[in-house]
């Protein structure tokens, strides 16, 4: 009988136990806060420059060594394209101290930009440093041959040589351009510094680099030469 009692206890205990169990509301339940990441700002997408391509393809002088950047005689004659209502976007693909070795290397690249004009503006750092020149015109005539096999017009920028390198290798050194342009039915800007190189403040102390006002001015002189180039053929 004690047994039975003790078990009615127990039972008794555990019954009010579940009872209160049941009617006690659980705590709730935390969930973790939502921490928000705001989203990077989406990147405008860059307007492709469609306009036909003039490519300038030259060393120092194309690329405007100590002429501050925008100030090259590429820039001046975008700006002037732009004035005049020409639709073209001027590339300038100068690099210093290359010589037509170096432009020779690096022409297949420049064909992919597609230019539909090419000014090339090499062989003055090859006559500077006194190269053969038979390997100079080699490069020169492989040069114009690869842009005018690829479509584009041919304007040849010439550069002559400071009298101490003696009167024959300066005139087959200009030579050179005449018979480039000749072959390629191009025209030809006989010497490219023309209008800057006895102007005052228009070249630089070494004589040979123009400034910026010196950039403009071959940038006018450019044009004359380039603007029959820009209308249908």
Do not use: W
């Amino acid at each position: 009988m004690r047994f039975f009692y003790v078990s009615r206890a127990y039972a008794a205990l555990a019954l009010s136990v579940l009872v209160i169990s049941c009617g006690k509301p659980e705590p709730p339940v935390s969930t973790p806060a939502t921490i928000v990441v705001p989203s990077a700002p989406q990147a405008a997408p860059q307007q492709v420059d469609t306009r036909p391509v003039i490519l300038a393809f030259g060393d120092s002088l194309t690329a405007g060594y100590g002429a501050d950047t925008g100030q090259a005689f590429p820039d001046y004659l975008q700006k002037l394209l732009d004035r005049r209502g020409y639709k073209f976007h001027v590339v300038n693909q100068g690099i210093s101290g290359d010589t037509t070795i170096g432009g020779r290397a690096r022409s297949r690249a420049a064909i992919e930009l597609k230019p539909a004009i090419v000014i090339l503006e090499l062989g003055g750092n090859d006559g500077l440093r006194g190269l053969p020149l038979r390997q100079t015109r080699e490069n020169l005539d492989a040069m114009a041959a690869e842009f005018t096999k690829a479509g584009a017009k041919l304007l040849v920028a010439g550069i002559t040589l400071p009298p101490n390198y003696g009167a024959d290798y300066i005139r087959d050194f200009e030579r050179m351009y005449v018979e480039t342009a000749s072959k390629y039915r191009a025209p030809r800007i006989p010497f490219l510094l023309e209008p800057a190189i006895a102007v005052p403040g228009a070249m630089q102390g070494d004589g040979i680099h123009p400034t910026a006002k010196g950039n403009e001015l071959v940038a006018e002189f450019v044009f004359r030469y380039l603007e029959p180039l820009l209308l249908p053929r």
